[in-house]
């Protein structure tokens, strides 16, 4: 190309500019032993396409700043929860990353996969509003307490439909504790009704809790977990894809997410081992 390229007689450039930072630059040229020269009309026309261009520069900008905004202010929201309730500590962000695992197995399309990990994420929000006392708990709950925890995704929900960009979601955050037969809550869908996404993010929410470690009890395996779907699969908010082909996309991304989290623990274990050396 840069042989073949004819030398030049005229170069008109403009600069593309975001917030006064330079992103990029347009240039025009005459070619050498041309008999033309640029005019007004040709520099109307380049200023006013390196216009259009910074626009959508500035509008890309925005929206990779603003989606990371946002992603830092649910991470911080997501923080104060596991502060106010330590038992939920990784449990959103593994949620998010299983639900997204499972999505992805099922081939769901881009849109819904996008919102799958933002609903995953998000889906326990709604426990800020719980009284500390019942969600820390070590015994068992009466009823009215656990009519308290019920109200849990209907309060996310509204916390969410309340932002423009995350009311989309709040649906399958008010559904995720729904059950395939009927016997869930809030409302009490059943089957098909229940939102698909709210359905995978149920299935994810339930694997973490079943393979985490908890003060009393130790987590189980993959193989027994995925046992307990099984027999509550005419329950469980999947219901019958429990038993179908997708439940080796389930159990393969169950396996890869558990891989993930023992690295993790296993580089935390490293880092304190080095910082108590230090010290």
Known sequence: YLRERKSVEQTLGVYLQVAGEVQGLITLDIARGRRTTFSEAHKEIIHSFANIVSSFLAIRTFAHQSEGFQKEIILSFIKILELYDPYTQGHSEAVALLSSMIAEELRIDATDFKRVYWAGLVHDIGKILVPSDILKKKSALTKEEYTVIQKHPQWGAEVLHSSEKLKEIAEYVLFHHERW?????????????????????????ALDAMTSDRPYRKGMGV???????????????????ARTERRAGCRRAAEATLSRRAYRCNLDRVAARRRADQA
Not at 184 to 200: A, T
Not at 230 to 241: D, N, T, V
């Open 223 to 241: 193989t027994i977990a995925f046992q307990e779907l099984e027999r509550g699969a005419g329950s469980q908010a999947l219901g019958s894809h």
């Open 181 to 205: 037969d009927g016997t869930g809550y809030p409302i009490g869908l059943s089957g098909e009704e229940i939102p698909y996404i709210s359905r995978i993010i149920s299935i994810a929410d």
